[in-house]
Every structure is written in C-alpha cells, then in structure tokens.
C-alpha cells in the first residue's frame, strides 16, 4: 500500500518491531529497529535475545555512556560463562573490558589453550603463560583424568548388569518381569506374557504392583499422583524393578553421546600440555581417554546384538481374549492411563529397535608412542 511512502514505510515498521518486542520476538524486534538506524531501541532487544555482538555494536552506535556498555559487556560475559561458551565470554573481556589476564582465564577453562597463548603473546605478556595457562593446564588436565576415571566404573558397573538383566530376560522371562526370587509366583490365570520370538510365557505387573490378580486397564492407578510416582521410579531406574534395562541402556548411550561431544576437548587439552612440556599429564588423559573409548566400543559389542533388535508390536499383555497394549480388551478401544502407561511406555522403549551408537576414534598424539609405553 506504501510502496513508494518512505515515511509511512517506516511508521509502520516501528509500530511492527514495538509487536514484535511485546511479542517476545526480540532478535526480529531488534532487526527492525536496526533498520530504522534506532540503535538506542535495538540494543536492549539484541541483549534480550542473547546476540552479543549486535547488542555491543548497536550499544555503541546508540552513544550509550562507557560506564553502560562496559556494564553491559560485564553481564554477557558472566552470562556466557554461566553457559560455558568461554570463547564468546573471553573476547567480550579481552575487546570491551580490556582484561587480558581473565579472557585468558576464561580460554582455558574450555580448553582453548592455543587462543590464550596467542592473545597473551600478541600482547607482549608471556608472563601470563606461567601465571594462568600452566596452572589452568594443571587443573584441567586434573579434572579430565578424574572425568574420564568415573565414565569407565560408570561403564564397568553398568555394562555388566545390563548384559545380566537381559541374560535374564531370555532364559526366563516369566520370572524376569514377576521378579519373585522364591519361585513360586502365584500367577492370575487370566494374565500372561504374549509369547514373541524371545519368550514363552509369563506375568505381567505384579511385580511392580506389589500385588497379583486380575489387571484392569480401566482401574488400576488412574490418578496422577500414581503416574508421578511410577515416573519417579522410572527416572530411578533403580535395581530390580523393570525400570533397570530401560535406566542401564539410556544411561549407557548418554555416556557415549558425552564422551563423543568432548573429543575436540580432550584432543585440545592434550595438544597444549605437550606445548608447556607436561608430557606425563598428556599421556595420561591421552591414555584414559582412549581407554574409556575402548570400553565404550566392547560395550555396544556386547549390549547391540541384532537379536536384541525385537520390534515393539510383537509384545503384548493379554487378559481375556484381548491385549494390552494391542489397543483391545474384549473387542473395545482401550488406553492405559496412570502408572500403567508410565510401565508400558517403558517396556515398549525396551524393546524397540535402537540405533546402535557410534564411538568416535581417539587419535592419539605420534608424540606420545603408543598408549601405556611410557
């Protein structure tokens, strides 16, 4: 309609970026103001939306008072380090507040031991290599060798018993989902595990009902403090309860999918301890890391069998002449509600088909010769 009215153009693109702030659509509130060349309105919504470098610039286009932009600049960099993006935290210290010695810092608190050598050395201060990277190096080579010490009993811990629950599972799933140590389940004759390829018959929550008889989907555990508490015990995962498998093989994946992430980290940390000639604290995080990678690599060996991929459809609990979990009882629509759906959404991730994870390869430093040599 404006096409060709500069000034109702821009009337309207104000009163649309003052929605979009209402609106909590700061990054394009911001963008608006921006091209408006109101640099004093766009600042505070680049700062809401967390974009540094537009709130600094457009701080300083807007004239703001050196005392305020360097407050500014202090409150990204505390916020960025809470969220331990140090890079971004280290150049809004070293450009705005000009701390050579805390951006430094801050560099090597995400490993980033070549960057804090270069900005300590471009500005002529190779004293802040003994004072904060050797140091900084000591303590996080410190804290990565007690890291990866823990992932490896997680994994000897937790490996084992998986392969023990599933073990289990096969040999005799009746007495794996009832849990009755003596024996001698007093099993409802109207219950039972559907038969599948891996099992032959059995119970179905009584063990974790603390009860038996027959199971009602329309009645049992309804309300939703039951589903809290059966979610609670599904976070749990504790040992024992049918919850184990399900916590072990999350817990177990999450493991690989941290170790995975922290490669480049790991690799960074070892690189700069060399530089400082602190070889035996490179070769040993270089020495656990690779042997944390090895057990890790044993491990989906061991727990992803492609027997163990077992399509969840071909499970199900029956009473009478329907299932749960078949979607019918006795010919009606039926939906498990409270803590009995928390207990079948667990079976069913159990046994669905999982992606087999991926180790990523630790490349050791030639540097160092081969693991365990020295």
């Known amino acids: 309609m404006y096409k060709y009215e500069t ?6 693109t104000r009163l649309y970026a003052d929605y979009l702030r209402t609106d909590n659509n700061h990054k394009e509130a911001a963008l608006a103001y921006e091209s408006l060349s109101d640099h004093a309105s766009a600042w505070p919504c680049y700062r809401s939306a967390s974009l540094w470098r537009e709130a600094l610039s457009s701080a300083t286009l807007a004239g703001i008072a050196a005392n305020e932009l360097e407050a500014l600049a202090f409150s990204l960099a505390e916020e960025f380090t809470e969220s331990k993006d140090y890079r971004s935290a280290s150049t809004i210290t070293l450009d705005y507040l000009s701390d050579l010695s805390s951006a430094a810092r801050l560099l090597c608190r995400g490993c980033y031991f070549a960057e804090a050598i270069r900005i300590v050395t471009l500005r002529r201060r190779p004293v802040l290599l003994v004072e904060v990277v050797d140091p900084s190096l000591v303590e996080r080579s410190a804290d990565m060798t007690e890291f990866l010490a823990d992932m490896k009993g997680q994994l000897l811990a937790q490996a084992p018993r998986l392969q023990e629950l599933r073990l289990k599972k096969t040999e005799d799933p009746m007495a794996f989902y009832e849990g009755i140590d003596d024996g001698a389940a007093n099993i409802p004759d109207n219950i039972s595990l559907a038969p ?11 063990r974790y009902t603390n009860q038996t008889g027959t199971v009602d989907t329309q009645t049992t555990r309804k309300t939703s403090k039951n589903k809290r508490r059966e979610e609670r015990k599904r976070a749990r995962g504790k040992k024992g309860t049918v919850y184990e498998e399900e ?17 480049d980290e790991i690799q960074r940390l070892v690189e700069g301890l060399v530089k400082r000639s602190m070889r035996e604290r490179a070769d040993a995080v270089s020495n656990a890391a690779m042997e944390v990678v ?5 491990t989906i060996k061991q727990t992803y069998q492609p027997s163990d991929a077992v399509a969840g459809e071909d ?28 207990l079948w959404n667990s079976l069913q ?16 430093l030639s540097l160092l010769g081969s693991a365990h040599d020295i």
Request: net charge neutral; hydrophobic share 30%; proline share 1%.
């Open 315 to 342: 499970v199900a609990v029956e009473r009478g002449s329907g299932s749960i979990g078949a979607s019918t009882i006795d010919g009606d629509k039926t939906r498990l509600t409270g803590g009995d759906a928390t």
């Open 196 to 206: 599948t390829d891996t099992t032959s018959g059995g119970t179905f929550m009584t």
């Open 294 to 298: 090895e057990i890790c690599q044993d």
């Open 349 to 364: 991730e159990v046994v669905k088909k999982r992606d087999i994870p991926i180790v990523k390869r630790f490349e050791r």
């Open 247 to 263: 916590y072990l093989t999350n817990s177990i994946e999450r493991l690989i999918e941290r170790l995975n992430s922290m490669h």
């Open 7 to 12: 000034s109702r153009q821009r009337d309207i």
